[in-house]
């Protein structure tokens, strides 16, 4: 059964820094993988999502995700954070089984940022 | 686009009492679902629908029912209301398979309501 891990439920880092969010799946075949954005009192927005393309997925608001099957890790990264990116960040994995797609989401990790 | 509407925002209940979440979508998806987020738990997967008429359940589908009379509404019920469903609940839907072939590939990619905060008292 298809899981997701997500390394860390909160993490803080300053205007300018590096963003790295880790997500570790288990899947018994190759997987779709997301990353969703929760802003305050919002519903899910998707960052970017891998599928089976390229390995480097580039998303919206300067992140992207590097699939790596080997680690079987699919990290979230930006090179400068910003405070707009203060969020909770979501990592799914699905599996198209039937005709249909079932998500299995991490417990998700709150980005703060802080000036 | 409206894409996913979710109706109410926020309701606050009693236990014991019954309600309806609404959810609406205008993109013609066969597949739409309802989660249920908290606190360091993600979203979970309550029930969801393939298509008009056919519903299963999710991970926790205790105390909540659901229906599939059109494509468009998937609405879920909460027969007898407990202190253990106040949470945030978020419709969601997606094409499944059978549209998507011949146009590009299904990915599971899921489109959210913007959610319904329920207290219940």
């Known amino acids: 059964a298809q899981s997701v891990t997500q390394l860390g439920s909160h993490v803080s880092v300053s205007e300018g820094a590096l963003v790295l969010l880790r997500c570790n799946y288990s899947?018994?075949?190759?997987?779709?993988l997301f990353w969703y954005v929760q802003y305050p009192n919002q519903g899910l927005q998707l960052l970017l999502k891998?599928?089976?393309?390229?390995?480097l997925v580039k998303g919206i608001n300067g992140f992207e995700a590097e699939f790596k099957k080997s680690e079987t890790s699919f990290h979230l990264t930006k090179p400068s954070a910003h405070m707009s990116d203060a969020a909770e960040y979501f990592c799914?994995?699905?599996?198209?089984?039937?005709?249909?797609?079932?998500?299995?989401f991490g417990a998700g990790t709150r980005l703060a940022v802080h000036p | 686009n409206a894409g996913v509407t979710q109706t109410p925002k926020f309701q606050v209940l009693k236990t014991g009492q019954s309600m309806t979440l609404q959810c609406a979508q205008d993109m013609n998806h066969e597949y739409m679902s309802w989660y249920r987020q908290d606190p360091g738990m993600g979203l979970r997967l309550i029930h969801y629908?393939?298509?008009?008429?056919?519903?299963d359940q999710g991970e926790v589908p205790n105390g909540y029912n659901v229906s599939r009379s059109t494509t468009e509404d998937f609405p879920l019920r909460l027969l007898s209301a407990a202190p253990s469903q106040t949470s945030v609940y978020f419709c969601?839907?997606?094409?499944?398979?059978?549209?998507?072939?011949?146009?590009?590939?299904?990915?599971?990619?899921?489109?959210f309501g913007e959610g319904s905060r329920l207290t219940v008292l």
């Open positions: 629908s393939v298509g008009a008429g056919i519903t």
């Open positions: 969601a839907s997606s094409y499944s398979i059978s549209q998507a072939s011949g146009r590009r590939p299904n990915t599971g990619e899921l489109f």
């Open positions: 891998y599928t089976s393309a390229a390995t």
């Open positions: 799914a994995v699905t599996r198209l089984s039937g005709g249909y797609n079932k998500l299995i």
């Open positions: 899947s018994s075949v190759p997987p779709y």
